[in-house]
């Protein structure tokens, strides 16, 4: 080991660590030993993996070391156990699938791995990432409360420091909301800009990768290993036209978060940012029923095989897979029509700003593990297909934190990143600076 | 083995074996040795197959002979070999994948398997079922013509009599293609009504599993274990009214398949039928670029990782993951604009009209192995989303066969397989019946 120990708060984001082994002033098997350490320390409270085998982790690690360093290189990823690993079990938190080697990576794990990183193992999900019901995973900030899902796991993991980069995926919020409760960087790239081959399949046209980090930089590192699209990236608050969509489910929020977004447009206006309000048309009021249309469409193919094959399968999976909300084929082409309709004018809208700013969550994170909380102020911007980037560094009335998120047009990740960056830096300095 | 003999012509069929085996008049495995006995003498000339079994073959009849009997029991299935199977290889006709074990089956094989359908091997595919260059598969009904592809070797073993049914994809024209060429029935039902779990990744707007028979009414038994929507099943031309579209890329197609086309137009008229000309409006005419646009960036996500950790993987695949055409942002959004807005204009102007005719194929099964042939005839309805139904029954100057295809709404499968079922019936009488 090292002289410089290894703590969550500093050394740990995967930039710092893929520079450190890059430079050689650190090995892939001191930052492994060093995750493992805090992951013996926190996982008996935190329970954020389901499947974690250090001696596979150290093999890892050591390949990396014996091998030319790649820009990710001893960076630790926690995968999010509806994602294939040829290495680990992939189970989905279904009895059928308790064990299941699927033989192959996931296309997002095997460019990872090739860049240098190393699976630390696969992180709580909720059942085939499709419910609200909670899985064991506690909060790291307070273990009463949940972490949110379905990504529960891997942002759990990224939150107490076991794991610089977690891997998750959203279908309504299952990635921004547990970024919002862990109080860490969640971003939702631009739908199917990274391959979405060997994630459990839910809804093709609204799940997406979604990724955890504690620091936004490391999100510029990945968008550079899966070469996503270039596109502006301010370097100033100053100037940048902001739109504060309260969007059509603000009635669901509550007030914690009206105060966050609030004082999010103090922090930014005072950083010389225009903040506007910007009122969505009103073709996206149906919006909302239209991205759950879509689920019940898209979930009633998914899911038919598991219902047929798992005796005893969860109720609501039947449901999905027997259409027992009697979806029509013309009430499916109409929700499809209008979400088709709701991503042009949004391109529409957004030529007035440069970047929208939107709760990631109606609130802090509730109390309790049974469920994992509300993907309302997610699940538009899912079925739009845009880029949302989380950031942390505003706290509610109970002290948890409370996310904001950054939304750009399609394939435009890139500003939304530097953006929610800067405004991210700028939430965290004491409040009496801008007070 | 029962005193009939199972041929290719007449008892081999999805829904005489289904009725044979659930009357109990043959057993699964009786049907898994005449079609290891037909493999036997056809494959070493058709060279359908990647991988076959013949021992797990009679182990899965045996199985299903034991079991309660599904509306599937002992039909036979070629599997395309981007399908993925637990108990046998899946190599994407890729280096990187020979041999390769996903250890859980697709969705869709997982649901033929669970109503006693028999995996009965994996079909040759061409690389990643994401090219035109041919694999090994001969035509059966003229070895130095290709069978078309990518779905070759499905298309080629239901053709020949070796399996009942064929599974293969589509991006392109994968599935619909080889169907005209083979002389069989192909049906690309509406996108993401069958999972897609478990195919290897191309484009998730316009990859869709496809099937293969020897009779149109295996499709419908098909489409019961799917669960497809229900919808109208016309039982008469008579009064039906019928689009003929030329669509905008007539000018691909050669005089046999216009040919075919004023045929079938003639023996649908002497049904009764009003077969009228309908032209697409004018917005269609971007669709053959934008279907291009979006395979494009979405390959270019596909195929990130396949190309990072395979060298010296064909030239074509990096160009998409480079990005060669250099696709921008712009460009993307626009063509999946166009794409949807084409959607909701092809609901409008289907209106007017029962279903629409148009081209398999751009003619015969072109001569030569190096190459699939052609599919502008299929872009466009893929990219649509809509259901797609091809009936074999007329025949080109070479005497190989041309296929047309009937297309309806999304979600509307039934009603294309019950019109298409009956031209087919028309399209194989006599000529003299109707000249």
């Not at 389901?50 to 290189?73: I, M, N, W």
């Not at 064991?136 to 942002?155: I, Y």
């Not at 102020?377 to 297909?385: A, E, F, I």
Request: net charge negative.
């Amino acid at each position: 080991m090292s002289d410089a120990p290894l703590t969550p708060a500093d050394c740990l984001t995967a930039s710092a660590i893929a520079a450190d082994v890059m430079a050689g002033t650190r090995s892939a098997l001191e930052v492994a030993e060093a995750c493992l350490a805090i992951t013996a320390a926190r996982e008996p409270e935190v329970q954020a993996f389901e499947y974690l085998d250090p001696a596979l982790v150290r093999a890892q690690a050591r390949a990396v070391d014996a091998a030319p360093k790649g820009p990710l290189a001893g960076v630790t990823v926690a995968v999010k156990d509806v994602i294939a690993t040829k290495d680990m079990p992939t189970g989905q938190n279904s009895p059928r699938y308790a064990g299941c080697q699927t033989g192959v990576d996931a296309a997002c794990v095997d460019t990872l791995r090739q860049a240098g990183a190393i699976m630390l193992g696969k992180a709580v999900t909720t059942e085939f990432a499709a419910t609200n019901r909670g899985g064991k995973t506690r909060n790291p900030l307070d273990p009463r409360r949940t972490p949110g899902g379905s990504s529960s796991g891997s942002a759990a993991a990224v939150a107490a420091g076991m794991a610089s980069i977690g891997l998750g995926t959203q279908t309504g919020g299952s990635t921004i909301r547990p970024a919002s409760f862990n109080g860490i960087w969640g971003w939702k790239p631009t739908w199917n800009t990274i391959s979405r081959e060997g994630l459990k399949l839910y809804s093709l046209t609204c799940d997406t990768l979604g990724l955890y980090a504690r620091d936004v930089a490391d999100f510029d590192l990945l968008a550079d290993v899966f070469d996503l699209d270039d596109a502006p990236r301010p370097d100033t608050l100053r100037g940048l036209r902001i739109g504060l969509c309260r969007t059509p489910v603000w009635d669901r929020t509550e007030p914690s978060m009206r105060d966050a977004m609030e004082q999010a447009a103090m922090i930014l206006r005072a950083e010389g940012a225009e903040v506007i309000t910007l009122d969505l048309p009103e073709i996206f009021n149906g919006l909302k029923d239209a991205h759950s249309v879509i689920l019940g469409r898209e979930g009633r193919t998914a899911f038919l095989n598991e219902v047929r094959n798992t005796p005893g399968i969860h109720d609501e999976f039947v449901a999905l897979a027997e259409n027992r909300r009697q979806i029509t084929p013309a009430e499916a082409r109409a929700a499809y029509g209008l979400a088709d309709a709701c991503r042009a004018a949004l391109d529409d809208v957004m030529r007035g700003v440069d970047v929208i700013m939107t709760p990631s969550a109606c609130g802090e994170a509730p109390m309790g593990l049974e469920l994992t909380g509300d993907a309302s102020m997610n699940s538009l911007w899912t079925v739009l297909q845009v880029p949302v980037v989380s950031a942390p560094g505003l706290l509610g009335p109970a002290g948890m934190p409370l996310g904001i998120s950054f939304v750009t047009r399609r394939y435009t990740d890139r500003t939304a990143l530097a953006v929610a960056g800067m405004a991210g830096e700028a939430f965290s300095r004491p409040l009496a600076a801008v007070a």
